[in-house]
């Protein structure tokens, strides 16, 4: 017999220790509060529905559901979570946190979306996305109703959007290149100091010094990378307690102090069973 299970564990601000904060069956990781209180899954099980289930958790209380579709962050804001649905057309939908009516931001080019990411002030995305006939690249899409623009060539993507607390960087990934920063008001892109091609961009420090990448499976490192000198610090080791069916984690939060986290995975264990007597 074969179960297969996904969970989630998080440390939030002041607490001594991870906690186990999975719910459900097949609970996999979006995104944190800014606070680092509140964990925001999705759900694929059956509880998910047809649609997927999009959740979220605050301390010990149940979970909270907020829409369905595929989650993938939170404004910094934390009014909205951004979602996409699990068929085409690829839209990106913002699902309140609070009250309020879901918000569809529309865009009939595009063909295929991997990922996003928010701007500082909540007014706008960046989207790792690809449209009809083109190759992938990040773009900047206005929450108004502007124009969807280009802010790297065709090649370059992301597995995660990390922008700098500022609002002037995106941290973009050439394929087989290293991890650059590309200006989003346009631009040539500039080197990051000791970078190197496993790293995967994770968060970007509030005072915009340190970059910090994960490589790595179980545990996944965690690197502090400085942006002036190129150093690197390891951060933090993750990996669940109990390692036994994790072959690697799928995805780590990390608020911008760097004193909250969270990290998700799956867990796919087999039991034999010997059965004497039969007939």
Do not use: N
Request: charged share 25%; glycine share 12%; net charge neutral.
């Amino acid at each position: 017999r074969k179960s297969l299970r996904m969970e989630v564990r998080a440390r939030a601000a002041g607490d001594r220790q991870e906690h186990d904060v999975s719910w459900f069956d097949l609970p996999f990781l979006a995104d944190l509060t800014a606070d680092g209180r509140g964990v925001v899954f999705g759900e694929s099980g059956e509880t998910g529905g047809p649609g997927y289930g999009i959740f979220m958790r605050t301390g010990e209380a149940p979970p909270v559901r907020l829409g369905e579709g595929r989650p993938l962050t939170l404004s910094p804001d934390g009014h909205w979570m951004a979602s996409i649905p699990l068929a085409p057309p690829f839209h990106v939908v913002l699902i309140p946190t609070g009250a309020g009516q879901a918000r569809t931001v529309k865009e009939d080019d595009l063909q295929d979306l991997y990922e996003l990411g928010w701007l500082p002030d909540s007014r706008g995305v960046v989207l790792a996305a690809r449209l009809k006939g083109q190759g992938t690249r990040l773009f900047a899409q206005p929450l108004d109703g502007g124009p969807l623009r280009p802010v790297t060539p065709e090649g370059v993507g992301a597995r995660r959007i990390v922008v700098s607390a500022d609002g002037q960087w995106v941290v973009g990934v050439p394929m087989g290149g290293l991890p650059q920063l590309y200006p989003l008001a346009g631009g040539e892109p500039r080197p990051i100091p000791g970078a190197e091609a496993e790293d995967q961009p994770l968060q970007w420090s509030a005072d915009g010094r340190t970059l910090y990448v994960q490589r790595g499976r179980v545990p996944m490192q965690v690197y502090a990378l400085d942006m002036a000198s190129g150093r690197r610090d390891l951060w933090r080791e993750l990996a669940p307690e109990d390692r036994a069916g994790v072959p690697a984690l799928t995805r780590i939060c990390l608020t911008r102090d760097a004193k909250s986290y969270a990290f998700g995975y799956l867990r796919t264990l087999s039991e034999l069973y010997l059965v004497d007597g039969l007939r």
